[in-house]
C-alpha cells in the first residue's frame, strides 16, 4: 500500500539503556493516517539514530515531556522532504535504514506492550491493570475478549490458576470492566506489609546503582503519582550516610540526577561494606 502522506504519528519512549542502569530515548513505531502502525526494529530504536528526526522542534518538546523510564507519547510530526526521504520510499512504502518497516498485527501487538508480567506480590494491581489498558489502546485493541484473551499472556504463574478461575466463571465473552473489577477485588492488598517494604527498603550491600533502580521500582509499584521529588528523597534515605553527605541533594532534580551521582561512588564498595558492618556491631552492642 502507497503510504505517501504529510503526516506521519511517531511513538516516542524513554528505555533502559543497554547496560540496564541508564535510560535512552526512542523511536519504537509510526503509524500511518489509516491507523497502520509499523514497529521499528529493536535495534534502530535509539533516537540518536533518527538524525532528521531529533533536528524537529517537535523532538525537543518530546524530551522536555518524557522525564521517567517507560513513559511513551505520540504525535503526528509533518514529513519535510528529509524526513520524507529518510521514511518513505519513493513507492511510498515505509523504511528507515536498510530496511522496510513491517506492520504490526494486532495478534503481535501484546509483545510491543511496555509492561511487566503481573504476580500476586505486585503491590498494586489497580494501577497495573490501568496501565495495561492504556497498552491496550496504544495498538487500538479496543474489544472487550481481545483484551481479556491479553491479559493471559501477563499473568504470572502464581495468578494463572485466577485467570483460569475467571474463564470458568466469567467466560471469554464476559464485559471487560466485569473482569477488571473482579482483578482489582482479588488481588487488592488491604495490608500495609509491601508498602512499608518500598518505604524502608534500604540500601545493604552490592551495587548503589541498582539499589536506586530497584527503590524507584518499589516505589512506583506502591504509586505512580509519587512527585519526583519526593522519590529522590526517598531513595536517597536509603543510602549509606556517608555517601549521602557526598550528595548534593539541591541539584537532583530527577532520579536520573541521583543515578549518575550515586554511580560516581560504585568504587566504595569495600568501604561502604566495612562501615555497614560496623555500624551493625556498634548497633548490637548498644542494645
Not at 154 to 178: G, Q, R, V
Not at 198 to 204: D, G, S, T
Not at 205 to 232: F, N
Not at 254 to 267: I, P
Request: charged residues 30%; glycine residues 4%; negative net charge.
Amino acid at each position: 500500500m502507497n503510504y505517501k502522506t504529510d503526516q506521519l504519528r511517531f511513538e516516542f519512549a524513554v528505555l533502559p539503556a543497554s547496560d540496564g542502569k541508564s535510560n535512552v530515548y526512542c523511536v519504537t513505531s509510526i503509524t500511518t493516517r489509516d491507523e497502520k502502525v509499523f514497529a521499528i526494529p529493536e535495534e534502530l530504536q535509539s533516537a540518536s539514530l533518527h538524525k532528521e528526526l531529533i533536528k524537529t522542534a517537535a523532538y525537543n518538546k518530546i524530551k522536555n515531556s518524557l522525564k521517567k523510564r517507560h513513559q511513551t507519547r505520540k504525535i503526528w510530526i509533518t514529513m519535510t522532504n528529509e524526513l520524507s526521504n529518510v521514511y518513505i520510499d519513493e513507492d511510498g512504502n515505509l523504511q528507515f535504514g536498510d530496511q522496510y518497516l513491517e506492520e504490526i498485527e494486532r495478534k503481535q501487538a501484546s509483545e510491543k506492550f511496555i509492561i511487566e508480567r503481573f504476580t500476586s506480590k505486585n503491590i498494586n494491581p489497580s494501577q497495573w491493570i490501568d496501565v495495561f489498558e492504556k497498552e491496550c489502546l496504544r495498538f487500538d485493541i479496543t474489544e472487550d475478549e481481545k483484551k481479556i484473551e491479553i491479559l493471559k499472556l501477563f499473568m504470572d504463574k502464581s495468578c494463572a490458576d485466577w485467570y483460569s478461575s475467571m474463564i470458568i466463571k466469567l467466560t471469554l465473552n464476559s464485559e471487560w470492566s466485569i473482569w477488571k473489577n473482579k482483578f482489582c477485588e482479588s488481588f487488592a492488598n488491604s495490608g500495609w506489609n509491601q508498602v512499608t517494604y518500598a518505604l524502608l527498603f534500604k540500601y545493604k550491600d552490592g551495587s548503589l546503582v541498582d539499589y536506586a533502580i530497584k527503590k524507584e521500582k518499589l516505589l512506583l509499584d506502591m504509586r505512580t503519582s509519587i512527585d519526583t521529588g519526593t522519590l529522590v528523597d526517598l531513595i536517597a534515605a536509603g543510602l549509606p550516610d556517608f555517601v549521602l553527605e557526598m550528595i548534593n541533594g539541591q541539584s537532583m532534580e530527577d532520579t536520573v540526577d541521583l543515578f549518575n551521582e550515586v554511580r560516581k561512588y560504585e568504587h566504595f564498595e569495600t568501604l561502604i561494606y566495612v562501615t555497614l558492618t560496623l555500624s551493625n556491631i556498634v548497633g548490637k552492642a548498644s542494645f
